[in-house]
């Protein structure tokens, strides 16, 4: 397994790019960002030398977690303790770490382990400065649960943690909503901003475009699935008609937990939740 880190800049934002590859393959990337003393995710375990020469060079003393998920809290643990500094996420967020997040065993071996650590819980109410920032939580759940995303209203940016990702997405995890999802497009887009710093891929000009592109993909992709599912189609008929994808390798590497079927089936089990 090799690593690597690439550095960008945006009016202020110093923005990194931490990967991991196997056997010369990108197998996972993620990207933090740092305004001022503050640090935004903390990178994949297996980027530690990484993360920590970054937090040295910053003087980081806070730290903010959009969510649990091993590529955003891989030395969470680690660098409150080594530089130190506080950490702040959301209290569901704060509870599967003090507690000891369970990962899978596909998990630890491309990000490496998450250790515990003892962040401060925040709500949507309280801020967190910097010398020239102040970034506001904004609950937004629907990739999983205790998702923030981070707005800097002066400025107009959105850190959004893994709520865009891309404009159209073929694949979900098996715990993701597409309904609450929706909402929490909505949400961000009720926001004044134009800087998009997504976890994956950062869009630093024409942002707030891009995440309504990706609301118009599931309010269509959702109203689809609906309306074959009140036609009385099952999730695998659903899936043949839409003629939706799927990539086996990614299937079975996840064993099941990262499919397209996961989409359909997601809208689904929304549905029966309102019954
Ligand atoms: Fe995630």
Redesign the pocket.
Known sequence: MAVRRFNYEFNGVHYYRFSIYSLGNNIQTVYTFVLDDLLIDTAQRFNRDNIWKVAQEHQIQKILIT?Y?E??TGNVGFLMQALPAEAYAHPYTVKILKRGYKMSPLSKMISGKVEDASMHPILETDTITTKNYCLQPIYTPG??EGHYCYYEKNNGYLFS??LFVADKIKYFGSDESLLTQIESLKKMLALDFDALFC?HNPKVEGGKKRLQNKLQFFEDFAGKVTRLYHEGKKSKEIFALMHLKENYYYKVLTAGNFTSENMVKSVIRDIKKKK
């Open positions: 969510h998920h590529d955003h990739h999983c943690g893994d976890s």
